[in-house]
């Protein structure tokens, strides 16, 4: 049996995503064994996020500078404009290297079940930023489930107003699917094959 802090740290550890109870056990004796050279790194790693860590007041994204690294990138075209649901989806959009536009993190996802309406969403400040001019295309890179689509037929049907092209990533994507767990090839071929929506 292990003390009360080591088990606390691996009741920690097995919250974050894909780690359960077994898991999280390992990786605390993985750090125990190098907890001369590895944890101290980790800790310090920790710490510096925890004080850095900025939301993004452009597009929403999580980094440690405001704007994010990807909205000051001036290799970024500023004309396309990807909508995601969440932080994960943009990083995970982003890691494909296959969208070189700029971000919008809606931060959910409309659902009359758990309660969310447009105004629980970024939508308002998305509309400001169309509003503003400058963008000729709107991806609604909205999740392959039910509350994603409704989401996406949502925004579609405020963003009309507008003289933009509005494109969402083509069907393909598992239905049920979130972007975050999909492999790159199966990304690419959904940027690929993106088309206006209506």
């Known amino acids: 049996m292990a003390s009360?802090?080591?088990?606390?740290?691996?009741?920690?550890?097995?919250?974050?995503?894909?780690?359960?109870?077994?898991?999280?056990?390992?990786?605390?004796?993985?750090?125990?064994?190098?907890?001369?050279?590895?944890?101290?790194?980790?800790?310090?790693?920790?710490?510096?996020?925890?004080?850095?860590?900025?939301?993004?007041?452009?597009?929403?994204?999580?980094?440690?500078?405001?704007?994010?690294?990807?909205?000051?990138?001036p290799r970024r075209d500023p004309r396309s404009l990807c909508v995601v649901e969440d932080v994960a989806d943009l990083w995970a959009l982003d890691r494909a290297h296959l969208f070189t536009g700029?971000?919008?993190?809606l931060g959910g996802r409309l659902s009359a079940l758990e309660g969310v309406r447009?105004?629980?969403?970024?939508?308002?400040?998305?509309?400001?930023?169309?509003?503003?001019?400058?963008?000729?295309?709107?991806v609604l890179a909205m999740n392959a489930t039910l509350e994603g689509q409704t989401t996406a037929h949502y925004l579609a049907e405020r963003l009309?107003?507008?003289?933009?092209?509005?494109?969402?990533?083509?069907?393909?994507?598992?239905?049920?699917g979130e972007l975050d767990y999909l492999d790159e090839g199966t990304l690419a071929q959904a940027l690929r094959a993106r088309r206006p929506v209506g």
Request: hydrophobic share 45%; net charge negative.
């Open 4 to 73: 009360q802090e080591i088990e606390r740290l691996a009741g920690a550890l097995a919250r974050l995503p894909g780690l359960g109870p077994r898991s999280a056990r390992r990786a605390v004796l993985w750090l125990i064994k190098r907890r001369d050279s590895a944890l101290p790194t980790l800790l310090e790693a920790l710490a510096e996020v925890q004080e850095a860590l900025v939301e993004c007041r452009l597009c929403g994204n999580v980094d440690t500078v405001d704007p994010c690294a990807i909205c000051a990138d």
């Open 102 to 105: 700029r971000y919008h993190v």
């Open 118 to 138: 447009p105004e629980d969403l970024t939508i308002g400040k998305l509309l400001d930023r169309v509003g503003q001019g400058g963008i000729d295309e709107i």
């Open 160 to 176: 009309e107003a507008f003289p933009v092209r509005i494109t969402q990533l083509a069907h393909g994507l598992p239905v049920g």
